[in-house]
């Protein structure tokens, strides 16, 4: 992840105002999150795009599932989209997390590992060409 710009939640708003942005939502001892981290590179790399990364895991602990920063969880799972209402809510805590935002709104996501094909046409499909 050292190639992502890491931020914290209080952050997203900020950094997806009047642009289109990737936030990458993982952490260290996830094993899809390492299995996929090769497929954003490489499309960070085809699209030249930066990627904003949250470590979920200084927002839950993943060994008993209790959340450890209140504030940062009610500030992702309030994000939201046009057809993306519910999409926070219904998969926040899974991981490797994508979300595509521009103007604090999700434009695009995907959740979990996913080949490069399918994860390029995602990024399509919100408008990252």
């Known amino acids: 992840v050292s190639m992502f710009?890491?931020?914290t939640a209080k952050d997203v708003k900020s950094k997806t105002k009047n642009k289109l942005q990737v936030v990458y939502i993982g952490r260290?001892?996830?094993?899809?999150?390492a299995a996929f981290l090769p497929n954003l590179w490489d499309a960070q790399k085809e699209f030249d795009f930066t990627t904003?990364?949250?470590?979920?895991?200084k927002i839950i602990d993943?060994?008993?599932g209790s959340v450890i920063d209140q504030?940062?969880?009610?500030?992702?799972?309030?994000?939201?989209?046009?057809?993306y209402e519910e999409y926070m809510s219904e998969n926040?805590?899974?991981?490797?997390?994508?979300?595509i935002m521009k103007d604090n709104k999700i434009v695009g996501a995907h959740t979990g590992y996913s080949e490069y094909d399918v994860f390029k046409?995602?990024?399509?499909?919100?408008?990252?060409k």
């Open 71 to 83: 504030n940062s969880f009610d500030i992702l799972n309030a994000l939201t989209g046009e057809g």
């Open 92 to 99: 926040f805590g899974a991981t490797p997390m994508i979300l």
């Open 121 to 128: 046409t995602t990024l399509n499909d919100a408008g990252i």
């Open 52 to 57: 904003l990364y949250i470590d979920i895991a």
């Open 62 to 64: 993943f060994s008993d």
């Open 5 to 7: 710009d890491e931020i």
């Open 28 to 33: 260290e001892t996830c094993g899809w999150c």
